[in-house]
């Protein structure tokens, strides 16, 4: 009987963290006409802040920003750290690979490569480009 207990608890334990994490992709990167890279941020619940921003290249942080109090933002620009936040990696560029991936607080992540993005377009993995009216319009609490 213990170990169906354990199974019980196990079960329950992973539906509660599974139901933290937002069902439909959150996180997306918009390539801007000056070139720049921004993240959106766009979470199932609005009370969720932002406590990290990461870029990431095979495996290695290219970029990092962190706020210590969480923020509400949902926007950030590759390479600057917005009032609240400081910069941990600093943005190297010159060591992107072909794939990057970019994560928000541990809660919404998105894989993408730079022949993805189309300027002005939100690109959102598994659902290609979009508006940027058409991204903050999603459902994302699915």
Not at 10 to 22: I, P
Not at 95 to 112: N, P, Q, T
Request: charge should be negative; include cysteine.
């Amino acid at each position: 009987m213990p170990k169906l207990v354990r199974t019980l608890a196990f079960v329950v334990f992973a539906t509660v963290v599974a139901s933290c994490d937002d069902p439909v992709p959150a996180v997306g990167v918009r390539l801007t006409d000056s070139g720049k890279l921004e993240f959106l941020y766009n979470p199932c619940h609005e009370s969720r802040l932002v406590r990290s921003v990461e870029l990431q290249s095979s495996g290695t942080v290219i970029w990092r920003i962190e706020s210590e109090a969480g923020s509400s933002l949902s926007e950030f620009q590759a390479g600057l750290a917005p009032e609240g936040f400081t910069t941990t990696v600093p943005l190297k560029m010159e060591v992107v690979w072909k794939r990057l991936r970019v994560e928000v607080s541990g809660v919404g992540d998105d894989s993408f490569e730079l022949t993805d993005l189309e300027l002005g377009k939100v690109f959102v993995e598994r659902e290609g480009n979009m508006s940027t009216e058409e991204f903050w319009a999603r459902d994302t609490c699915g």
